[in-house]
């Protein structure tokens, strides 16, 4: 969903306010298998349907780091931009747990509550984020995490008028 970017102080206002939520992503055999092989984690209860029917899943299953790979894309589907933002960074975890398995056809989607923004240097900013990754019909998340992100934003440039730059001119 591409959303309107919201105001610096509309972003530190978020801090302590209610979460924001992704749409649906769908985690199908097809997906689960691309992240096999680009991560090598062949695992049978990831791939090979057959053998994880006989597993306590009932069939195959997504890696738990399929799920947390998705927060990128969830946390672009469900947070606004921040006016004058640069670059975003990971800048990693205070906590990630796995807390069930997604079955491959399974759509999951992300959770995102902002709990501290810090302005570490000038237009540096880091972001403190509690997520969860629920599966529908879920009775429990795939994942929760405590997630930390950096963000530059510069402040946004004020336009007087086309003639501003011959201020001061004759």
């Known amino acids: 969903m591409t959303q309107s970017p919201m105001s610096l102080d509309a972003f530190k206002a978020m801090a302590g306010e209610a979460s924001h ?26 791939v090979d349907p057959q053998q994880a029917v006989a597993t306590p899943f009932g069939g195959t299953i997504s890696h738990g780091f ?57 237009g540096q900013w880091q972001a403190y984020w509690d997520v969860v990754v629920e599966i529908e019909h879920g009775a429990k998340p795939a994942l929760i995490a405590k997630w930390i992100t950096r963000k530059s934003i510069s402040e946004p440039v004020v336009h007087w008028g086309a003639d501003a730059g011959a201020a001061g001119e004759d």
């Open 21 to 46: 939520l992704s749409r649906w992503f769908i985690v199908d055999q097809t997906r689960i298998d691309a992240f096999a092989d680009v991560t090598e984690d062949r695992q049978f209860i990831h």
């Open 66 to 122: 399929l799920s947390l790979s998705l927060l990128s894309a969830m946390f672009y589907d469900a947070v606004p931009p921040v006016e004058g933002e640069g670059m975003s960074l990971n800048y990693g975890f205070d906590k990630i747990r796995f807390l069930s398995p997604v079955p491959s056809g399974d759509r999951v989607r992300g959770r995102f509550a902002l709990n501290l923004l810090e302005e570490k240097a000038p």
